[in-house]
């Protein structure tokens, strides 16, 4: 299995989906921390487009990262998008997913709330969600 940041616990809510997990597959002599600075990456998927950066705390193989819900709503696509999330430390890339247990087809079983964020009449709602893959998305979209 390729190396991998695997998702502990999700917590989405006051204005930021927050994730939990550890670094998989890795090693590094000195520990991860050598690998220099770890950081949130998401990208956006759906359409294609920017990439947004954010800190990210890894200690030992722990990791944790939290980022805020209002950059998600992208200039080019301010009706719907998927940001796929990564935690990245120099050219290394991994992506953020939940791979080691016994649960299959999480989309339909592991739902976590939507996040409301007003916009003129409406609302963005935007939600973390897991993949067909079981990788971590964050998907937002317009509507009442």
């Given at each position: 299995m390729k190396p991998h940041a695997e998702?502990?616990?999700i917590w989405p809510g006051d204005g930021r989906v927050r994730v939990l997990g550890l670094v998989h597959g890795l090693?590094?002599?000195g520990g991860l921390e050598s690998l220099g600075e770890w950081r949130a990456?998401?990208?956006?998927r759906e359409p294609a487009?920017?990439?947004l950066d954010y800190p990210a705390t890894v200690r030992g193989k722990r990791f944790e990262l939290s980022v805020p819900i209002g950059d998600l709503i992208a200039p080019?696509?301010?009706?719907k998008g998927v940001w796929d999330l990564y935690l990245r430390a120099g050219d290394r890339r991994l992506r953020v997913g939940r791979r080691l247990d016994d649960?299959?087809?999480k989309a339909s079983i592991m739902v976590f709330p939507a996040q409301l964020i007003p916009v003129d009449e409406g609302f963005v709602h935007?939600?973390?969600r897991y993949t067909v893959n079981e990788n971590v998305s964050i998907d937002y979209w317009y509507g009442p």
């Open positions: 998702v502990e616990e090693d590094a002599e990456a998401l990208v956006l487009g920017p990439e080019q696509a301010p009706d649960i299959r087809d935007v939600r973390p």
